[in-house]
């Protein structure tokens, strides 16, 4: 069972790790989505979320102990909630394998749970890249209106630029804080360049990030954000803040950083982008030097791995010393 916290309607990054997952798993396993585990006889529970579904992990571990548990870690968890949420905190302890979704991740945890935890790259197909225009610069964010997606700075960057014809910003994203939707729009109004598109379905979003010149990924937090991977796979170079969830997608020596919440220097990327000949082509080679990390035959070979080792931790027997508690499972004299 795959528990997410985030189902169809959610249209977000948890439903979408979920949907692929189990379609990933269903020729070699028996899957089923839910928000909740509430009891079902099923073998192995994957977790999406530390605090979200603190409930569902905390239930399992009564039930079974750690077996068969893996709890996946998004960018709340790990820049947010494990440092201050016990129900989280707690999840990081119940589980029999921790995953997190890019390389830089395993730092943010506490090293004694390292050992158990494994890094699990994202997928999508790969797309054609398509020709872009030469008439003007079209640049895409994707992302939600909340505050970790930082939005602002995008919209805060087009304000600079609004003086420059030639360069395009659209936003895709429904606006799950009612002032940051209130912002985009007034800015939709306000600047002949900038569009707030709302949101739009996966297969719309996936084929305008192919058409896009870049793509800009501002956020404060992030897991390993499928966006960056999808604008990869279509051959879209990425604009991102410098944070370890963007760098540990994109690699350390990536030249498309910028510091978060820094729309000045956004601004100035965007320009670049536009007049530097050999700025996109080599973003574009960076991207691609990455995209085998992506790739999903390798998302897919390693999360069979991840479910097998876990359905062979669930049918081992219990240790005759401790079981998953450290209590003593031997009688007392």
């Excluded at 994203?173 to 109004?189: E, I, M, R, T, Y």
Aim: aromatic share 6%; with cysteine; charged share 20%.
């Amino acid at each position: 069972m795959i528990v997410s916290p985030a189902l169809a309607a959610a249209n977000n990054g948890n439903w979408q790790t979920a949907w692929r997952w189990s379609r990933m798993l269903r020729p070699d396993f028996n899957t089923v989505i839910a928000k909740q585990w509430a009891g079902e006889d099923v073998d192995v529970l994957l977790a999406l979320h530390a605090r979200r579904s603190a409930q569902s992990v905390a239930a399992w571990a009564r039930a079974k102990g750690s077996k068969g548990l893996a709890v996946v870690l998004t960018g709340t968890d790990l820049y947010r909630d494990i440092h201050s949420d016990a129900s989280a905190q707690q999840s990081l302890e119940l589980a029999g394998r921790l995953v997190v979704l890019h390389e830089l991740a395993p730092t943010a945890l506490p090293a004694r749970l390292r050992a158990k935890t494994t890094v699990l790259f994202q997928s999508a197909p790969p797309r054609r890249a398509l020709t872009k225009t030469s008439r003007h610069l079209r640049a895409l964010m994707v992302g939600h209106l909340r505050d970790e997606k930082d939005p602002l700075t995008y919209v805060r960057a087009a304000r600079r630029l609004g003086c420059a014809a030639d360069i395009y910003l659209d936003h895709i994203g429904d606006a799950l804080d009612d002032a940051l939707g209130q912002a985009c729009a007034a800015a939709s109004v306000e600047l002949p360049h900038y569009r707030w598109l709302g949101g739009l379905p996966h297969a719309v979003t996936r084929a305008r990030i192919q058409r896009a010149h870049v793509l800009v990924h501002a956020s404060k937090m992030e897991g390993g954000a499928h966006v960056i991977l999808e604008a990869v796979q279509s051959g879209t170079p990425v604009l991102a803040s410098r944070i370890d969830g963007n760098v540990g997608m994109l690699g350390a020596g990536y030249a498309g950083y910028f510091a978060l919440g820094d729309d000045v220097a956004l601004s100035a990327l965007l320009q670049r982008c536009r007049d530097d000949c050999d700025f996109l082509p080599r973003l574009r080679q960076q991207c691609l030097a990455r995209s085998a990390q992506f790739d999903p035959g390798r998302e897919r070979s390693l999360l069979l791995q991840l479910v097998s080792a876990l359905t062979a931790d669930a049918s081992a027997p219990d240790s005759p010393l401790t079981n998953c508690h450290g209590k003593s499972n031997e009688p007392s004299h």
